[in-house]
């Protein structure tokens, strides 16, 4: 399989902390990808520089062939990579199915003035921009939830809808950024479930940073390790789980992988 996404000597400090330092990463088309660190590993840097949140001080991105190393996420999102941010960024006054279509707009970079002063827009909406809120409901099991305000959602369901809400466009790659963070016991099997649902059945390829070891070990392979702002090692969870260098960087925070 190739690479999707891959990314070279990436660096970024914020005055004088490294966050990420010379840090390679490579996606392969078709992979679920996980990347796990302690905490202050870089993940979230990484994340951010990967989606264009932030520019790198140096280093290249690129996507599917592309050098997308200074292109604005909006940008990115057109070219079919997607992500997530740890926290959920609904509308909380909106319903599911409202959010569901307004986020085409939102993550393509259009301009949503014009959707909020003409609500009903949103209500009437476009045909296949509601036909396709319709099957990414049925994805994401939030059907009966499609008429609840964004607000009154448990914290799982809201990062249902997150995900689900990266699926409004057509897009090949998703970054999900902690999806198992507050999300209950009973939810997160309905959120693994999707993940590895979108990937199997809809060819979806998936970076995941999470902390969850159990998300990561049911889904992902292979896992990417990184402390100190850099590259540690990667391969199949199970061996990563016991490899000394893992354990050492983790247990320099006191945390058991
Ligand atoms: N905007 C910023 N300004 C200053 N320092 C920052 C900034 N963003 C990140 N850092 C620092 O960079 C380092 C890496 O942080 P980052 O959030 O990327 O790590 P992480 O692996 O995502 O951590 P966690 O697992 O706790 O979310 C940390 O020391 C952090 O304090």
């Avoid at 993550?107 to 921009?129: K, N, T």
């Avoid at 309905?190 to 998936?206: C, P, V």
């Avoid at 998300?215 to 850099?230: A, D, H, K, Q």
């Amino acid at each position: 399989m190739t690479a999707l996404l891959s990314a070279k000597g990436l660096s970024r400090s914020f005055g004088g902390v490294h966050a990420v330092r010379d840090m390679g990463v490579e996606v392969r088309e078709g992979s679920i990808t996980g990347l796990i660190g302690p905490n202050g590993a870089g993940k979230s840097t990484l994340f951010n520089l990967l989606s264009g949140v932030i520019r790198p001080q140096s280093g290249t991105v690129v996507y599917n062939g592309e050098d997308i190393t200074t292109l604005a996420p909006f940008r990115r999102a057109r070219r079919g990579m997607i992500r997530t941010f740890q926290l959920s960024r609904e509308f909380g006054r909106l319903t599911v199915l409202e959010n569901l279509m307004l986020s085409p707009q939102m993550q393509l970079g259009e301009r949503l003035w014009p959707l909020f002063s003409r609500p009903s827009a949103v209500a009437r909406g476009d045909a296949a921009v509601y036909g396709r809120a319709e099957e990414v409901m049925e994805i994401a099991a939030l059907t009966p939830l499609r008429d609840a305000y964004a607000a009154d959602l448990s914290g799982g369901q809201k990062k249902l809808l997150e995900l689900a809400r990266t699926l409004m466009i057509d897009c090949d790659l998703i970054l999900l950024d902690e999806p198992g963070a507050g999300v209950n016991p009973a939810l997160m099997g309905t959120l693994t479930e999707m993940i590895h649902r979108l990937n199997a059945d809809h060819g979806k390829t998936f970076l995941i940073v999470e902390h969850d070891m159990d998300l990561i070990g049911r889904l992902c392979n292979p896992v990417i390790v990184m402390t100190e702002g850099t590259f540690l090692t990667q391969g199949v969870f199970d061996t990563i789980r016991d490899d000394p260098r893992v354990i050492e960087a983790y247990l320099g925070g006191m945390v058991d992988v």
